[in-house]
């Protein structure tokens, strides 16, 4: 269960309690421990009923089995995550020749792995793949270190003060930079991954993440004069791939001379299923792209048109912007639209837009959205009788952790939504589109709308509000459904999140009877 006594899904870490008949009272003469390992069953009638903290994380293979990961107490934060080293490990184990694994922080916010191996020409890009395949992209070590054996204590333990710190994560780079601007960018690219970075280094997979990705184009418009959409990056990521776009072969050395295409492909598709189209594509959509149907095909379009508008813009200006978009990229008749956190706001305007134009819209996906004229009634009061809940559920000398854990979500959140608008959008342009929308967004007064909805929740989301339906009671009169997955507003698009997300969209993508709400 997580730190609320609430059952993790299945798949997902968990710290395992036990309890039943041939439970325990407690500790023999140390009441401190038993009511630290001892709290009330929530799930028994039984007023006396108790559950056993073990420490140990675990978590429910497909089979029914579970699986030990480790102990609670080596949990640790980067970049707002919460990193369950002993589910890494556990990963990295599973790899062909490795005899054993840890995973530590680095500088404080540098995933490493520290691997035994047989293999002696063991290299990091073949394991990491293998991680990818298995893990949330954020639990993904970015460095990797080999050795024949790891360093002990005299008890068994890995020795972590021992370990040298890792820097293999493209060891098998041997390759040189071409010309002075493959250089300049793989300079970049190390200095933002902290890693040595080869012309041949993918920078998602070398750790980057949306945050860095807008950093780096920043730095390459600062540093270097060229502005380069985020789009770009997504299909060009190693600095041989962006300088070949940046200065294409026969140009002299100049840059294409558009940078920004309205739509962006994703996921191409064959014929017969209803294209899967996002407001203000993200380069986290990706993730989602392998587990949709072979059949359909998914385009993010861009918000680069934003700043053109007049101030102050609607939402109906954005829809309109994206209706234009969606007509000159000569699309069928029949789209699904969709859009994460703000953007959704915009994609449900859209998908009226396109009705009232004669296009069909089977459905509208909207991805953690707030309703932002329900926002500021609902989320103090939201949290308190969250946490008011959770309080009644376990023992007083429980209650500072808890709302210790509640504030640092809380902070973490803030920290993210701060560099979001100052520290990852050092190009002006980009913070000005991110405004736009934002503003637009909270003065836009919805009407009700009657097509298909299907909303995906963030469980730390839903925990925040008192109306599960995030503010959009009332506002949808036609078939609705609520898929939620535990995560965060950021980590939705990790790992099997991604996958639930995609099956979800596609389960309900050709109609489905649902409730009005």
Known sequence: MDASLEP?????????????????????????????KFVPDPFSDDSSAQLYRTGDLARHLPSGALEFLGRVDRQF??????????EIEAAIRQFAAVKDAVVVVHEGSILAAHVA??????????????????????MVPSEYSFAEALPYTLNGKVDVRRLERATAVQAEEQDTPATALETELARLFSGLLRVTAGPSTDFFQ??????LAARLLALIEREMGHAIPMQALFKN??????????????????????????????????????????????????????????????HGLAVDAYRHLAAPCSVQDLAEVHTGQIERAGFGRELIVGGWSAAGVAALELARQLRERGYAVPLVVLIDTLHFG?????????????????????????????????????????????????????????RDVSQIALEASQRHVAAPYDGPVLMIRASDTV??????????????????????????????????????????????????????V
């Open 8 to 36: 993790v899904p299945p798949g997902a870490a968990g710290e395992l309690y036990v309890g039943g008949d041939g439970l325990a009272r407690g500790y023999w003469r140390r009441p401190d421990l038993t009511a630290e």
């Open 117 to 138: 191996t047989a293999d002696p020409d063991a290299q990091a890009a073949p394991l990491r793949e293998f991680l990818l395949a298995r893990l949330p992209r954020h």
């Open 374 to 430: 329900a926002r500021p009634a609902s989320s103090l009061a939201g949290m308190a009788q969250r946490m008011a809940r959770r309080l009644r559920r376990n023992p007083v000398h429980r209650w500072p952790g808890l709302m210790l854990d509640r504030v640092s979500r809380a902070v973490d959140q803030t920290r993210y939504f701060i560099r979001l608008a100052t520290e990852s959008f050092e190009d002006p342009n980009l």
């Open 237 to 298: 990521p190693t600095p041989r791939a962006l300088a070949a776009f940046i200065a294409p072969a026969g140009t002299g050395g100049e840059p294409p001379e558009s940078f920004v295409p309205e739509v962006v492909e994703i996921k191409s598709g064959l014929s017969g299923a209803a294209p899967l189209v996002f407001v203000d594509f993200q380069p986290m959509f990706r993730h989602m792209a392998p587990y949709l149907s072979e059949d359909r095909a998914f």
């Open 77 to 86: 934060k980067i970049r707002g995550y919460r990193i369950e080293p002993g």
């Open 463 to 516: 925990r925040d509000f008192v109306d599960p339906m995030l503010g959009w009671r009332g506002y949808f009169t036609g078939p609705f459904q609520a898929v939620d997955v535990e995560a965060n507003h950021i980590s939705l698009f990790e790992g099997e999140n991604a996958r639930r997300i995609a099956k979800a969209i596609e389960e309900h993508a050709s109609g489905f009877s649902a409730v009005v």
């Open 206 to 211: 070398a750790g980057g993440h949306s945050l």
